[in-house]
């Protein structure tokens, strides 16, 4: 089944070829599960990148959180969103790194982890951004 439309409460779309990607989704998902605000945690490979208006070549560097009205955030403001949607203290852990004055440090730390993923546990030379 191909998601073509967010669903109310957002999806995060994940690099499935990226096994640190994976693994860092799959525990997400099991901790923001009970939140009923929570995104939905998804495969790219799963979703229409067209139709919910996510650029591919970003998605492999950046994660896409496509919101319940279709905007989309990428990288740590989408990680903060996805936690703030979750139930505490995930969703104070989020709001915390969206917080203005800590967003700009959450991405520069964001990037660093783009760039190095194949180097982390469950990665692997398929999870190479450059």
């Given at each position: 089944?191909?998601?073509?439309a967010?669903?109310p409460?957002?999806?995060l779309?994940?690099?499935?070829?990226?096994?640190?990607?994976?693994r860092?989704a799959?525990?997400?998902q099991?901790?923001?599960?009970?939140?009923?605000?929570?995104?939905t945690?998804?495969p790219?490979?799963?979703?229409?990148?067209?139709?919910?208006?996510?650029?591919?070549?970003?998605?492999?560097?950046?994660i896409?959180?496509?919101r319940g009205?279709?905007?989309?955030?990428?990288?740590?403001?989408?990680?903060?969103?996805?936690?703030?949607?979750g139930?505490?203290?995930?969703?104070?852990v989020?709001?915390?790194i969206?917080a203005?004055?800590v967003?700009?440090?959450a991405?520069?730390?964001?990037a660093w982890?783009?760039?190095?993923?194949?180097?982390?546990?469950?990665g692997?030379?398929?999870?190479?951004?450059?």
């Amino acid at each position: 089944m191909t998601l073509t439309a967010p669903p109310p409460q957002g999806v995060l779309l994940y690099d499935p070829d990226c096994g640190f990607c994976t693994r860092t989704a799959r525990i997400l998902q099991r901790l923001t599960a009970p939140a009923q605000a929570a995104a939905t945690v998804a495969p790219m490979t799963d979703a229409d990148l067209d139709a919910l208006a996510v650029d591919p070549v970003r998605a492999r560097r950046e994660i896409p959180l496509v919101r319940g009205d279709g905007t989309v955030v990428w990288g740590a403001r989408a990680i903060a969103e996805a936690l703030s949607g979750g139930p505490a203290p995930l969703r104070w852990v989020g709001r915390g790194i969206g917080a203005p004055p800590v967003i700009p440090v959450a991405e520069r730390i964001y990037a660093w982890v783009a760039d190095n993923r194949y180097r982390l546990p469950g990665g692997s030379e398929s999870c190479r951004t450059r």
